[in-house]
């Protein structure tokens, strides 16, 4: 993965002594100074176990300092790992939320329905990913001006050898090609050239302009085969305006200048692949604009563009609007933005052809899920330019075709969204809208389980008991992604049986024939699983093309690992193998983080010895992703409390289900705010869950327990099966489960 510029006390003896055997690393390491986290941070607590709380809590704060929105690829992982902390109170308390709900309610949606992925400027398609780069693939382009983005910037250009037709070209200003279109239906004409056309499926014009209001813009092009411009070889667009961006544009800021253009730059995406005519060897470009009258543009640039955009967006964002509105119970937002919702998860429907296919069928170019390098049997690499595009988190490989991760996260939307559909029509008062485009929760249902039969299926290796991905040829690919294997397990997608398979091979117990990793050197990096255990020389996007100049583990994606992904494993292990399994894997972590920090920090601890691993951030490849632009290194800590906890905001309150370790006589989570409260929540060994709250809360609070018989101490509560529903005022109230009769 490569993003550049998002902004991405000593041990107690006896402590040693109860956990001798994992805390070897950390007697050798000096003690250090604690790190200063501030005192209305959430703390955990669990008696006997107060040094690793105390790293745990650290760990926490040393990621979530950086932490909150960013762009869609992280709106599955960032709201439930940041919106909970209680920190300070009044305006305070409600700052994460207000930057949440700014953000999720600012992600662009095209008029198509597609989630813009919001990264930074490069030279891929403007509503996805930076690259591949069109300088990558072949194609060509005009940069009048730069996008500013050190790496991401394509060679400059002059207006020399382009022909303007009714229309006077101007100087080259601070935001590019000035031209002034004299008279109705101005052209620009490109210079010649021969472009493949599979090596540029977009089109892509970044620009201003005044004058346009009315115009049915449009680009011609010319091939080899027929080398006149003609109406059959044409492909309409949106024009930028003087009132603003075009609609299918995405406004970057920047102010008008002395032409009075609009205040946006518009990035107008044109899909020519779309067009039978876009085939052959293209040998001309010409921009109508189709102005009725003078008119004034400024091009920056005009280039060809892969398809870079992302296939997860559009299910991120339905979920990172579920999240927000569990915790936060914001009516007004959650009516604001159903409509876009409900409009994101049609596109996936409609793009994907999920309801016939079952999952996410991809057949965006370059997407198709085949690698652009391949090798014949004698061992020859063949690249194919424009071949093996990422298409998530996971940018150097392919995943496309049928695309499991993707069909993953697709299958946990519909989940999530038939739940909050049947909130929303089981409260009206709500005043949230129940018209034609909302979804019957039986049918998202229904189709989720026709997802996961096929998925199931169509994704699992027999041969190695884990899950791959598969080509549009049909091709099953499988490198070992622990990745994808953890979140199949975590979302519920895979079987019990699948999931016994996965966690036999991750933990080391059974061994794949052919994998490069088995056993215990899954964990070599010690932090958390190899992203992936078999060597992979062959599967990438086509630019990533010498993956065998990099040794075994030194590439996050190839045997590299991710600290943020730990957390799958972690929740994995709590759910197939049970809390003490996950906790001696957590202890381990702790202990690994510990040793880092008493070494100066990541940083400083890894460049002291290079066996250690390479660290990946800030534009220079590695092999671990710990920091920087690894901000789902957050995720680590929520099992305290979404997995050893239990805990699931809901709109109406929570869900509770602890599951804790036989040595932890019980646990507590500090400052959890959960719609207009600051709880303190506690699990103890015996059963009983402990509920504190700062104040009375302004409705009703659901509590949802496990199954049982359940005894509540909180005066007026209603207590129903492992329902209870405490009334206003409720502030202290204690569940235990019911003693039998003697």
Request: proline share 7%.
């Amino acid at each position: 993965m490569n993003y550049p510029l998002l902004c991405r006390p000593g041990l107690t003896r006896l402590f040693v002594c109860l956990l001798a055997p994992a805390f070897a690393h950390a007697q050798e390491t000096p003690v250090r100074k604690p790190m200063a986290v501030p005192d209305d941070f959430p703390r955990f607590a669990v008696p006997g176990q107060e040094a690793a709380m105390q790293w745990l809590r650290e760990l926490y704060w040393l990621h979530y300092q950086p932490a909150g929105p960013l762009i869609t690829l992280w709106d599955e992982w960032m709201p439930m790992s940041t919106l909970w902390p209680a920190r300070g109170s009044g305006a305070e308390l409600e700052a994460m939320r207000g930057r949440w709900a700014a953000a999720l309610a600012s992600r662009a949606i095209n008029a198509e329905g597609y989630v813009h992925t919001h990264q930074h400027d490069g030279l891929g398609h403007a509503e996805g990913w930076p690259f591949p780069l069109w300088t990558q693939a072949g194609g060509l382009g005009w940069h009048f001006r730069g996008t500013g983005i050190a790496g991401y910037d394509g060679p400059r250009a002059t207006p020399e050898g382009w022909v303007l037709t009714r229309a006077t070209g101007g100087e080259v200003n601070e935001k590019g090609w000035a031209i002034e279109l004299v008279e109705p239906k101005a052209m620009a004409q490109s210079p010649s050239f021969e472009l493949p056309a599979r090596n540029g499926p977009w089109l892509r014009l970044n620009w201003w302009a005044a004058g346009l209001e009315r115009a049915n813009c449009y680009v011609e092009w010319t091939t080899q085969a027929q080398p006149e411009f003609g109406p059959d070889r044409r492909f309409y667009f949106t024009p930028a305006t003087a009132s603003g961006a075009a609609h299918s544009s995405m406004p970057m800021g920047g102010g008008g200048g002395q032409l009075d253009l609009g205040r946006v730059e518009a990035r107008t995406m044109i899909p020519v692949y779309r067009l039978a005519g876009w085939t052959g060897t293209i040998t001309g470009l010409r921009i109508g604009f189709d102005n009725p009258g003078p008119a004034k543009v400024v091009i920056k640039s005009f280039h060809t563009a892969c398809d870079t955009r992302h296939t997860i967006n559009n299910p991120n964002f339905v979920r990172g609007v579920r999240d927000y509105f569990a915790w936060t119970r914001d009516l007004n937002f959650l009516r604001d933005q159903i409509g876009r919702v409900r409009t994101a998860l049609r596109f996936a429907m409609r793009e994907f052809d999920t309801r016939n296919r079952n999952c996410i069928y991809t057949t965006w170019p370059g997407h198709e899920g085949r690698s652009g390098v391949r090798r014949s049997a004698g061992g020859t690499k063949e690249i194919v330019r424009g071949e093996g595009i990422g298409g998530n988190y996971w940018d150097l490989l392919p995943f496309g075709g049928e695309d499991a991760l993707a069909t993953i996260y697709y299958y946990d939307t519909l989940l999530e969204l038939a739940a909050l559909e049947e909130y929303i029509v089981a409260h009206p008062e709500w005043g949230i809208a129940t018209g034609a485009d909302a979804f019957d929760p039986a049918d998202l249902r229904q189709h989720a389980r026709a997802v996961r039969a096929y998925g199931t299926d169509r994704f699992w290796n027999p041969a190695t008991g884990r899950f791959g991905t598969v080509d549009l040829d049909g091709v099953l690919h499988d490198y070992g992604w622990t990745f994808l294997n953890n979140e199949a397990v975590y979302y519920d997608f895979a079987t019990p049986e699948q999931a016994r398979s996965i966690r036999d091979w991750i933990s080391g117990r059974r061994i794949v024939a052919g994998d490069t990793s088995t056993g215990a050197d899954i964990y070599h990096w010690r932090f958390g699983p190899r992203a992936t255990t078999r060597r992979n020389l062959d599967y990438y996007f086509w630019a990533w093309s010498s993956p065998e100049s990099i040794p075994w583990g030194y590439q996050v994606q190839d045997g590299g690992a991710v600290l943020g992904f730990s957390y799958h494993d972690l929740m994995c292990r709590l759910k197939v193998d049970g809390p003490d399994d996950a906790w001696r894997r957590l202890r381990d972590i702790l202990v690994w983080f510990e040793e880092t920090q008493a070494g100066g920090g990541y940083r400083a601890y890894y460049a002291k010895d290079p066996a250690r691993g390479t660290l990946q951030g800030g534009n220079v490849p590695g092999g671990l992703g710990l920091d920087r632009e690894f901000f789902e290194s957050i995720l680590v800590p929520q099992v305290m409390l979404y997995g050893f906890l239990g805990f699931e905001p809901t709109p109406l309150g929570f869900k509770i289900n602890p599951r804790l370790p036989q040595d932890w006589p019980e646990l507590k989570l500090t400052r959890v705010h959960l719609h207009d409260l600051v709880l303190d929540l506690t699990a103890r060994a015996d059963g009983t869950v402990l509920v504190q709250a700062d104040r009375p809360s302004d409705a009703p609070v659901v509590i949802e327990l496990p199954e049982g018989r359940w005894q509540t101490t909180a005066p007026g509560s209603r207590l129903k099966g492992n329902q209870v529903t405490l009334p206003l005022g409720a502030e202290v109230s204690l569940f235990s489960p019911a003693r039998p009769s003697p």
